[in-house]
């Protein structure tokens, strides 16, 4: 029940989110017009609630053909984000195209961070249960690691959310969301494939790179 009215409740703020901070929008497109070229936004296939896959936009933050030329990861000393870029990883700027994705119900606004369709497939059958609920924008191993930790324990924290959903929970990581956001803290760049991706072999054909 509480799910079903939260995503009534998602739908409509993000709707009224988009007409407000169109100007932001905006804004941000010609930036990225400007100074990156097209494409403007990224979209790539994540993974949703119930293993339904669909499409997830966020403004681009990378060079062009950054998957090919980074293998899959982002190290430094290849440059595939430029400065534009790295300002609106850290102040998450480049996610507000996702409230496209939560009026159509594909995520929420509180929720595990949808994955790779290439991570989910090597999930184990308790890691899977991170799917059992709507994937969202911002979620508990987001306010907790944003991007440091790497996926086995982000997962973990993913299902001590799921086991405590409820509005008090959402309220409090809405909260330090914000908190995190304006602090900028917890975005890295420069990880490796052994630092992130230890769900199982690091795959090197193939693999896209989660923005």
Not at 33 to 48: C, D, H, I, S
Not at 96 to 121: E, F, M, T
Request: aromatic share 6%.
């Amino acid at each position: 029940m509480y799910l079903t009215l939260r995503g009534v409740i998602d739908r409509v703020i993000a709707a009224v989110a988009l007409v407000v901070l169109s100007p932001v929008l905006v804004a941000l497109t010609i930036a990225v017009l400007v100074r990156m070229g097209r494409p403007v936004l990224f979209r790539q296939k994540r993974v949703g609630q119930g293993g339904r896959e669909f499409f997830i936009y966020k403004f681009r933050t990378m060079v062009q053909d950054a998957e090919q030329r980074g293998g899959g990861y982002m190290p430094a000393e290849m440059n595939l984000i430029p400065p534009l870029g790295a300002f609106l990883r850290k102040t998450s700027l480049d996610e507000l195209p996702q409230l496209l994705n939560i009026l159509k119900g594909d995520i929420s606004i509180v929720g595990p961070r949808p994955a790779l369709p290439s991570q989910y497939a090597r999930y184990t059958s308790r890691q899977a249960g991170r799917v059992s609920v709507p994937q969202g924008l911002t979620g508990l191993a987001q306010v907790l690691h944003r991007n440091e930790a790497p996926w086995s324990v982000r997962i973990e924290t993913d299902l001590r959310y799921i086991d405590r959903i409820g509005p008090g929970t959402d309220f409090r990581i809405l909260c330090a969301t914000a908190v995190r956001v304006l602090r900028g803290t917890g975005v890295r760049t420069d990880q490796t494939a052994g630092e992130v991706d230890d769900l199982g072999p690091a795959r090197t054909n193939g693999e896209q790179v989660a923005e």
